[in-house]
Each structure stands twice: as C-alpha cells, then as structure tokens.
C-alpha cells in the first residue's frame, strides 16, 4: 500500500473517530439537515472498511449502505435509504462519482464525492469521504467539481 493510501486511510479513520466522540465540524444547521451528511459519513466508513478504495459503482456503495445505515438514518432523521441518495432541497438524486477521485481538494481537504444537481438560491452541497459537507456558490463548486455540469 503506498503511502498516500496509508494517509488517506488515517485521515478517515480519525475523522470517524472525531465524529464518534462529539468532534464533529462545526454544526452549520442547513448541512445537518441535508441527507448529504449521513451519505457522506456513510461513504467515509465504506473507505475505512476497504482500505481506502471508494466503492466502484451505485450497487456497491448501496450495499454497503443497506448494512450500515439504520442507527445513522435514526440520528440523523432520514426516513430511509431512498430519501438518503436524493437531496430535499431539490428533490434530485445526489450526482455521486464513483471510483478514485482525482479532483481538486474539497472540504476538509479531500475530492468530492458527491454533490446536488442543481441545490437551491444558486448554491450546492458538496460531500467528501471525511464527511464534510460544505454548501457552495456556482463559481467554487466549478473549482471543486470541474467535469460536473453547470447548474441549470
């Protein structure tokens, strides 16, 4: 395992445990409601588990969710596994991209992994496998996700 692997591994692994022990971010109230934050945590815990890989395509990863989910769901107030892929500000599928990511350094300093199609006021939520979630303008979610489609 080369050594960017290993560092992406510690990073995971220590943001869950921070999570676990109440060291969350900041609690931006906007970003707890949105179902991208457990989806997020979800994909954090996929990495831990399979040493760094991000799951390959939709099945996995929602297999994986399937076995994972209910306590989260429960804290988190979605009401099940569909709701928690589909964004309620804009009632769209979150766009996930699977396999590694290569882009540019997100919240928390690590690639999107997901985000909404078209978000709400001109502005998205962006997911990293760190579980941060950050709601973005147009322009930095250019940077952040440069092969995704502008916002209609």
């Not at 409601?33 to 989806?39: D, F, H």
């Not at 395509?57 to 399937?66: H, L, P, S």
């Not at 009401?79 to 882009?103: C, E, H, M, N, W």
Request: net charge neutral; proline share 9%.
């Amino acid at each position: 395992m080369n050594s960017r692997a290993r560092w992406s591994i510690v990073l995971v692994i220590g943001a869950l445990v921070a999570q676990s022990l109440g060291c969350d971010a900041p609690d931006r109230a906007g970003e707890q409601a949105s179902s991208l934050k457990p989806l997020a945590i979800l994909y954090g815990r996929f990495l831990a588990q399979h040493r760094g890989q991000p799951p390959a395509n939709e099945a996995e990863f929602r297999t994986f969710v399937e076995k994972e989910s209910p306590s989260l769901l429960e804290q988190f107030q979605v009401k099940d596994i569909a709701s928690l892929f589909v964004s309620s500000r804009d009632q769209q599928p979150y766009t996930i991209l699977y396999g590694q990511l290569t882009g540019p350094p997100g919240p928390g300093g690590q690639p999107v992994f997901a985000f909404e199609q078209t978000g709400a006021g001109g502005k998205r939520f962006v997911a990293t496998g760190l579980g941060a979630v950050e709601e973005v303008n147009e322009e930095r979610f250019k940077l952040l996700v440069p092969t995704a489609p502008a916002s209609p």
